[in-house]
């Protein structure tokens, strides 16, 4: 794009062409002689030629043509062309003609001929001559610098020899050139000027077009560099820090700088490192790159090496340091200058400004200085001073330069101020890189530095500290910033080679600095009088001149330097403290970076608190009075509420209630505190412009720390000092880090102070005025995180975490970012001063505390921007760093409860990381093993809980920088140690499966490990940062990122929101004492509720089709005999490949739902990898599924094939009677054929009833053959008992089975084994004798449903019922075994079940053989018979009637029964796809519904229903919420009709299938059972009804099948109005699947409930490690009472496993059992805390509504309610259902 400035005008050939429509195509001022035939012109040379033809005047588009007219002659013919055109010719009577249109910059050659009267022509006369060529056209200025114009323009379409160029400034030639190009450049212009460049076009012969000229306006030095720099956009829209820390692609990449663009991020890149080489940044030519020594041609490649330095990609440093100031905002400029000086660079004092004559004194940009020294004058030779370098009044030199000078006075100043061991350049000098190439904006900058000393005589340059300034340039030329300094400076050394002219400005100018002259008497032009004069002038002593005479080395130079300033130091000269300058420099028309606005209403601001503190515990006591004791006893209060390690022998629940109402005071008396006027001025100043706000901060900051550093200062030295001998002093130690904890003040205490503010109102009503004004502050506590200030998430000093204030704070935070609001997060732990703060600070450029005399208490969690280029590679949006208080700190070492805390912050920190840096010092071995225990406890609690962190481990103050390498024995020690604290660690937790420290993380010793040298090279003040240090934390840095990329692959970045809720519920667990047990996380919940709903759908699907696959292939066993051909094999046959399809089936859908299993696992949405440890539980579930279905589906199969060869003796005694009738029926007939006489249908009836009688009279009607079923129950239950003693077999024979079960069950002292009876007491034994009742009514509740089931069926009893019911009570049994039931409770349990059982199965083998009696069964069909007796004598077509017995009989029953055996899928299907299907998607959310409707509904009977028969009511409400669901609206008709058409189109379709394979001569019987077989997937089809309508058959198979297909569209609508005409409740009772129960299958689980308060299991699946529930409730509820007052219990199980209370039960033999090891009695059930203290608030709610209810049914007496339950509404119940179900 053409760069160009407002001054530029154009003038180009444009401005000079004529419009080429206007012009005349010739113009030929004659008389027209028309020829129509010019061929015909002769030419002779007898007619005369024109003389002396010439051009007379030619231009760029026309020339004039003259010659001399022949006598007689008034005719003349022009032509005229150019190469390769064509001649034009023209005639005239004029002897001179115009030409126009002609091409500019062509060659024409122009002819004329006389012509005679005659049309004869004369020889002709030829002339040549060039049209002027036109100026260039679109002049564009392509680039302006600040000494060099770019211009381009179009070429003309005519050849052009050259370009005539020239610029002008004014009337001035400046430069001039000839070019053959169409482009050109002038370079070394002025910078700041207008030019004006004129272009013409030339042409071989000389010929100049007109002049075009463009005008161009130079750049400002300033601006050449800004737009060389890449930097001109941030002159106005300054550079931020925040920008600058972003992580983006620049950061992390080495790229070669090949452009100027590249070199001031590289710049700040490498500084924000605080690497020393940062102002080494230089371009790389391409000759540099491409250049090959090989190749090289000393003739001809010398010259073109010289040459082709591109002097416009060096840039000076110092420009670069200077362009990078005047762009960047206030906070950037002072983290600039913070990390120049850890580097000891030079700092900017005074930075020039090419727009304006005046520069500006960076008096803000130096505050964040912080200095530590010991000077020798300290009387404490320990001692030293620590201050802000702007409020340190120190003596400053300056160094000045006069004119010319030969040495450099920079690298002078370097070797002045280092040791010869420990050479810095603090200064940039012409030997660095690029330090030779000229300076285009630096001029004028005037740098300081200090030296400081460290209080070592041999090796400190100078006894006391001092401020060394260095002005950029010729004091001549900076008079100002001359001024200044010789104002500021107690001595002023002037540098020069020649003081001829230029010493005016020495003797004019107004010293308050004692003046020194450096002179060069090496130089040529050093004059000895003049230096004379001027000496004399000013009056100078022969100290105050140093000279480099010849023979003088540099070295004996600077050595004469430093006597001069160690002397004039010793006379104690004049100190002057920075911010003391700042009236100077207003005096001198300076301007000061702090007087804009914005910085000084802040500073007035943070002052107004700030000198108010004058003592700093007062002042906290007074102004920030909430987060005092207060504050700290809330936070016991909240883990005691966890621990409850002070309850003793109290009522939990009323103990809880009692910490509650403590709590509620202690917030009430926070309250009780008006906002105070401090913390008033705080909020109000947060409330102001973004600009202000930040001012505001870093002032408060700057103040506090001024604070805090002069009263820690001598704390911090005792506490070293008591430190030595801890044992000794342990009390004055925990006195001493009480005073230090209360004399730390900072920003932090504020916002702490704002988070209780907000928190203490939140117990008030929404509505409440005082707590609507507090609803703005965490917005604003958002927007100071946006800001990159840093908040407190865990406040050390009362170690807890306000949670709802940072709750508030991060859902403000996410809704300011949104849709933006992807995190990772990464967490530096380590022992505490190791470097952990400052690593971040290197890594990231983050602030948190370092400094002040204070460390890092607690934990702070910052932002940091992910720029675009980086957010798709590493998933995130912001990186959230966070910065932990040390573990195994000195200060805490010391306190009783360190290791807790420890383990409490590292648990918390590590659960909220993404990665995690464990920060190591080499030198500290002890506490390294502390650490690394700690963590390893915390990645443990992790993997438990589903995350695993990546981790680093990171060893600093490492020697060797290739220790990488030389560590291997190093490495693989650390991971043997890391591997035995794993299993130390495993073991304390209780999960011993963890052998490995890489089974609980990911962790790679080869690429986990980074060892990082010291941070300083030598021996600080005065050393810089160790570049390797700085290489070193980048490497790690770019390796960081890699590793957040390949977070992404594994899973999902979370979002804010995600980690408020980690930091809830791992806070939460972590107020436990055992952490894993007491974990609960919402997220995981969710994630596990996903998992759980897709498998109850793959589950779902694998039961679907495997109850479809089973009904088909039951269907074809039924019908097996009806489409039996002689060639079929028998029935067993038919079953066993049943059953080889079955298993083959059920093979390929398990390794369906499996392989969707494994996919799920796959991918990285929804959080999966938290509940990666369930997989293994949900893949058992998969293989139990499995292996159920199979012995389900092959029982069933075997069953079916039973069933169906028991029919099969029924059929034949039914087919002999139906064949003999038949038989006497056609003998009758053919009789009746014979007759003579016709009979009429009464005289038929009569004759065939004779026959009836007489045939059915005659037949054997012995039938099936009555068993005695109870006899057959008594048998296999002899068979069960017979390993038995012989009194149960005296038992069994002395009993009669029908008169068992007819009593309740009822367990008495006899049932159990006599020593448990005489070993417990009586109170205890009945704890036995209840649960074995309960036992007993489950399993007699279960083997009535098993009997019932089979009895609604219409087959005849199997001995397969009683084996079944039987095994299912010795599995009961078996798993009941702690019961210490004797044999009589066995025997008598079975005798009960098995008489109930054998009663009813009696009943149904009588009513199936009353129902197939053959008798009976004859007289249904005997109408039939007799009215085909009749159509048969009457030879009446039977196609019809037969089609419709047929459609009726055999299609109808089996279409009924089709259509109840599909119903139940697609009805379970409608309801889990229904408005409610969230109930039923997994067990937790269906828990959810259930006690949300009873909680609407407030129905005590419906409560007990819930707790005492859970099962019963379960069965119900699903049942209740089918039934709801259908009668409402048409959907069971839906369904019907979809199963009516399906059917009646496959029977259509089998019918014409058949009809197509049938032979002319086919019969009926043979077209039926074709039918029959096409259909034996789906319809059984009952043989007698068949047999029955194929019998006294003389009808077509042709009409026939037409009548069929006729009377099924009859079938489907009268179906249909039969269904109609069915209500909902007998439809469901109908069908094959019930509903019902595959729906309490999916939710009612395992059936297993809490040994304490039997709330019912939740996890997913049947096959399970742990039984869990969201919620459990008072102990009172499931019956529980105190043994001596006999009021119910309140107490909570989740809250009694985390005290010190003790139970006992018959699992634990009647012995005492601490609550807290329930598992060693209840292995496989997890109880987790709480995740609230309201989360039970739904049960508190229902026990203290119903507890008069509660306490009449159980027999007791009411309960003794905890004062804090009776203030819990009903919407509070409702909510913590939601809160502890995890419902959003």
């Not at 479809?1108 to 292939?1113: C, E, H, P, V």
Request: a negative charge; one cysteine or more.
């Amino acid at each position: 794009m053409a760069d160009t400035s407002e001054d530029e005008a154009f003038e180009d050939a444009s401005d000079f062409f004529e419009d080429d429509e206007s012009c005349l195509c010739t113009s030929l001022r004659h008389q027209s002689l028309e020829d129509d035939n010019k061929d015909s012109c002769v030419l002779t040379d007898d007619v005369p030629a024109p003389g002396d033809l010439t051009v007379q005047s030619i231009s760029t588009h026309f020339a004039v043509l003259i010659w001399d007219p022949p006598e007689g002659i008034d005719i003349f013919e022009l032509s005229f062309y150019t190469d390769g055109e064509q001649a034009e010719t023209r005639t005239t009577n004029s002897n001179s003609a115009e030409v126009e249109k002609l091409k500019p910059g062509t060659e024409y050659t122009f002819s004329v001929a006389s012509v005679t009267e005659k049309d004869w022509r004369s020889s002709p006369v030829t002339v040549s001559a060039f049209t002027k060529p036109v100026p260039p056209e679109r002049i564009q200025v392509n680039h302006v610098s600040a000494d060099s114009v770019s211009l381009r323009w179009k070429s003309p379409d005519f050849p052009v020899w050259e370009y005539h160029v020239t610029c002008w400034q004014g009337d001035q030639l400046v430069q001039e050139m000839a070019t053959k190009s169409n482009k050109t450049t002038f370079n070394n212009l002025s910078s700041g000027v207008q030019y004006s460049i004129k272009v013409t076009t030339v042409l071989e012969n000389g010929s100049e077009s007109k002049i075009a000229t463009r005008y161009a306006h130079t750049k400002t030095s300033l601006e050449g560099l800004l737009v060389n720099l890449g930097l001109m956009d941030h002159f106005k829209d300054k550079l931020s820090l925040s920008t600058v820390l972003q992580i983006s692609e620049k950061t992390i990449t080495d790229k070669t700088l090949t452009s100027p663009l590249s070199l001031p991020w590289c710049f700040l890149k490498r500084l924000m490192m605080v690497n020393v080489t940062a102002r080494s940044v230089k371009c790389v030519s391409t000759v540099d790159e491409n250049w090959d020594s090989a190749d090289f041609d000393i003739c001809n490649d010398l010259d073109s090496l010289v040459e082709c330095q591109d002097s416009s990609i060096v840039v000076n440093p110092l420009d670069i340091v200077t362009a990078l100031f005047l762009c960047s905002d206030g906070f950037l400029q002072q983290e600039m200058t913070l990390k120049m000086s850890m580097c000891q660079f030079s700092v900017p004092l005074l930075l020039p400004s090419s727009d304006t004559n005046q520069p500006m004194f960076m008096l803000w940009a130096l505050r964040d200085i912080v200095k530590k020294f010991r000077p020798h004058s300290l009387e404490d030779p320990r001692g030293f001073v620590e201050e802000r370098i702007v409020l340190s009044a120190l003596p400053m030199v300056s160094f000045v330069r006069l004119g010319k000078c030969g040495f450099s006075k920079s690298q002078i100043l370097n070797k002045l101020l280092s040791n010869p061991q420990q050479y810095h350049d603090t200064f940039l000098h012409h030997d660095m890189d690029c330090g030779d190439s000229p300076r285009k904006i630096s001029d004028g900058l005037v740098e300081i530095s200090w030296y400081l000393p460290c209080g070592n005589k041999n090796i400190d340059i100078f006894p006391e500290p001092v401020t060394v300034a260095n002005l950029r340039g010729d004091i001549c030329s900076f008079e100002t910033q001359y001024s200044f300094l010789c104002q500021t400076s107690s001595a002023v050394f002037v540098f020069f080679d020649s003081l001829d002219t230029e010493h005016k400005i020495l003797t004019t100018q107004h010293h308050k600095a004692q003046l020194f002259l450096v002179g060069n008497a090496q130089s040529k032009n050093f004059n000895i009088d003049a230096l004379k004069l001027v000496a004399s002038e000013l009056n100078l002593k022969k100290a105050n001149v140093i000279l480099k005479v010849k023979q003088m080395n540099d070295a004996d130079f600077v050595k004469n330097l430093r006597s001069t300033i160690t002397n004039w130091l010793k006379g104690d000269p004049s100190k002057m403290q920075l911010e003391q300058m700042v009236d100077i420099a207003h005096e001198l028309g300076i301007r000061v970076d702090e007087d804009n606005k914005g910085c000084q209403n802040a500073k007035t601001n943070a002052f107004e608190i700030t000198t108010k503190i004058e003592d700093t515990l007062q002042f906290k006591e007074s102004q920030l009075p909430l987060q005092g004791k207060i504050w700290k006893e809330l936070a016991k209060l909240e883990k005691e509420e966890c621990r409850l390690r002070k309850a003793g022998d109290q009522n939990i629940e009323i103990y809880k209630s009692e910490l509650q109402e403590q709590k509620l005071n202690l917030r009430e008396e926070q309250r009780g505190y008006d906002m105070s006027e401090a913390m008033t001025c705080f909020i109000n100043a947060l409330t102001t412009s973004r600009l202000e706000r930040s001012y505001f901060l870093k002032w408060m900051r700057m103040n506090l720390d001024n604070l805090s550093r002069k009263s820690l200062t001598g704390l911090r030295d005792q506490y070293k000092e008591k430190c030595q001998d801890s044992v000794v002093n342990k009390e004055e130690i925990k006195d001493l880090d009480k005073q230090i904890s209360n004399s730390s003040l900072g920003i932090e205490h504020f916002v702490r102070e704002m988070g209780q503010l907000y928190e203490s109102t939140l117990t008030l009503p929404k509505e409440s005025e005082a707590r609507q004004q507090m609803m703005h502050l965490p917005e604003l506590c958002a927007k100071l995180l946006l800001d990159g200030f840093p908040l407190e998430l865990v406040d050390g000093d009362a170690s807890n975490i306000p949670l709802h204030w940072v709750k508030n704070v991060l859902g403000q935070l996410d809704r300011l970012v949104k849709p933006r609001n992807k995190i990772l997060v990464v967490t530096v732990l380590g022992v505490q001063s190791t470097g952990k703060s400052t690593l971040l600070n290197t890594m990231f450029g983050v602030q948190f505390a370092v400094s002040s005399g204070r460390c890092t208490r607690g934990a702070f969690m910052l932002l940091i921007k992910v720029s675009d280029d980086l957010r798709n590679k590493m998933d995130c949006d912001f990186l959230v760093i966070i910065d932990t208080e040390g573990l195994k700190s000195p200060e805490l070492a010391q306190l009783d409860d360190s290791y807790e805390h420890d383990n409490e912050l590292a648990t918390l920190v590590i659960g909220l990381s993404d990665v995690t840096i464990i920060n190591i010092a080499m030198e500290n071995s002890t506490e390294m093993k502390d650490i690394l225990q700690i963590v390893v406890h915390a990645f443990l609690r992790m993997k438990e809980v589903g995350k695993k962190p990546i981790c680093q481990f990171v060893h600093q103050n490492v020697a060797d920088v290739s220790a990488h390498d030389k560590n291997l024995r190093d490495r693989k020690l650390l991971l043997e140690q890391l591997n035995e604290m794993t299993q130390a660690a495993a073991k304390m937790e209780g999960k011993e499966e963890n052998q490995k420290f890489t089974d609980v993380m990911e962790y790679d010793p080869e690429i986990g490990n980074w060892y990082i040298p010291g941070l300083w090279h030598g021996n600080p003040p005065m050393a810089p940062v160790n570049a390797g240090y700085s290489e070193a934390v980048y490497d790690f840095k770019k390796t960081m990122v890699q590793v957040f990329g390949n977070i992404k692959e594994t899973n999902t970045s979370g979002n804010i929101k995600d980690f408020l809720e980690w930091t809830k519920s791992l806070w939460n667990a972590v107020k436990y004492e055992n952490f894993i047990f007491s974990f609960r996380n919402s997220l995981v919940a969710d994630a596990y509720m996903r998992l759980c709903t897709e498998y109850h759908k793959w589950e779902w699907d694998f039961k679907k089709h495997m109850y479809s696959w089973l009904t088909s292939a039951e269907t074809k066993i039924s019908n097996f005999e009806v489409i039996r051909t002689e060639l079929d094999n028998d029935i067993n046959y038919f079953l066993c490949q049943l059953k080889t399809k079955a298993v083959l089936e059920l093979d390929q859908r398990e390794k369906v739902v499996l392989n969707s299993l494994t996919e799920y696992f796959k991918q990285t949405e929804g959080h999966v990898y938290l509940v990666e440890r369930y997989r293994e539980d949900f893949t058992n579930n998969v293989k139990c599924l499995r292996r159920d279905l199979e012995n389900s589906v092959l029982r069933k199969l075997e069953l079916a094939s039973c069933i169906s060869q028991g029919m099969r003796k029924l059929e034949n005694i039914k087919k002999t009677h139906t064949d003999l009738l038949g038989k006497r029926v056609l003998a009758l007939l053919e009789k009746c054929k014979t007759s003579s006489s016709r009979k009429t249908d009464s005289e038929l009836e009569k004759i065939f009833e004779k026959v009836w009688q007489e045939t059915v009279s005659e037949l054997a009607l012995h039938g099936l053959e009555h068993n005695n079923i109870v006899s057959n129950v008594y048998h296999h239950l002899r068979s069960n008992l017979k390993q038995k003693g012989g009194s149960v077999h005296e038992m069994i024979n002395n009993v009669n089975l029908l008169e068992c079960g007819i009593h309740p069950f009822t367990v008495t002292a006899e049932n159990f084994i006599q020593r448990i009876v005489h070993k417990v007491k009586k109170f205890f034994f009945e704890d036995f004798q209840m649960k074995a009742q309960e036992v007993a009514d489950n399993l007699i509740q279960k083997c009535v449903s098993v009997v019932d089931e089979k009895c609604l069926g219409t087959s005849d009893y199997h001995e397969n019922y009683i084996e079944d019911i039987l095994h299912k009570i010795d599995d009961t049994l078996s798993a009941n075994r702690k019961l210490h039931t004797s044999e009589i409770f066995e025997v008598s349990l079975k005798l009960h079940i098995c008489g109930i059982a054998a009663r009813c199965f009696q009943d149904m083998h009588d009513h199936f053989i009353q129902e197939n009696d053959p008798c009976r069964c004859l007289e249904q069909f005997k109408e039939k018979y007799f009215t085909d007796f009749k159509d048969l004598y009457n030879e009446r077509d039977q196609c019809k009637r037969k089609a419709e017995e047929f459609t009726t009989l055999c299609l109808k029953p089996a279409v009924e029964s089709w259509v109840a055996a599909s119903l139940g899928p697609d009805i379970v299907d409608e309801v889990l796809m229904g408005k409610n299907a969230l109930q039923f998607s997994t067990r937790a959310f269906f828990q959810y519904s259930l006690l949300r409707q009873l909680l609407l509904e407030s129905n005590f009977e419906s409560y007990v229903r819930y707790i005492c028969f859970y099962k019963d009511f379960v069965k119900e409400w699903i049942y209740d919420r089918i039934r709801e669901h259908f009668a409402n609206g048409n959907k069971m008709s839906q369904l019907e009709d979809k199963y009516l058409k399906t059917i009646s189109k496959e029977i259509l379709e089998a019918i014409q299938t058949t009809q197509k394979q049938t032979h002319s001569g086919a019969t009926v019987k043979e077209f039926i059972q074709k039918i029959c077989r096409e259909l034996e997937a789906k319809l059984a089809i009952p043989k007698d009804a068949v047999d029955a309508v194929m019998a006294l058959s003389n009808a077509k198979v042709e009409p026939f099948a037409h009548s069929l297909s006729g009377f099924i569209q009859d079938l489907e609508r009268s179906l249909k109005n039969t269904f109609l005409k069915l209500d909902t409740e007998t439809r469901l009772q109908t069908l094959k699947m019930k509903p019902q129960d595959e729906l309490f299958k999916r939710v009612f689980g395992c059936g297993k409930g809490c040994p304490f308060c039997k709330a019912p299991c939740e996890a997913g699946g049947d096959v399970h490690t742990d039984h869990w529930a969201s919620i459990h409730r008072p102990e009172g509820l499931g019956k529980y009472r105190f043994t001596m007052s006999e009021k119910l219990v309140t107490e909570i199980c989740s809250s009694s496993v985390f005290s010190d209370r003790k139970f006992k039960c018959y699992e634990t033999n009647q012995e005492y059992h601490p609550f807290k090891k329930y598992r060693e009695i209840f292995p496989d059930w997890h109880i987790p805390a709480d995740p609230s203290i309201q989360a039970s608030d739904y049960w508190k709610y229902v026990m203290v509504k119903f507890n008069q209810q509660f306490a009449e049914r159980y027999k007791a007496k009411p309960a003794n309610i905890p004062i804090v339950w009776l203030l819990i509404t009903k919407e509070q119940a409702e909510d913590s259902l939601k809160e502890s179900f995890s419902i959003k």
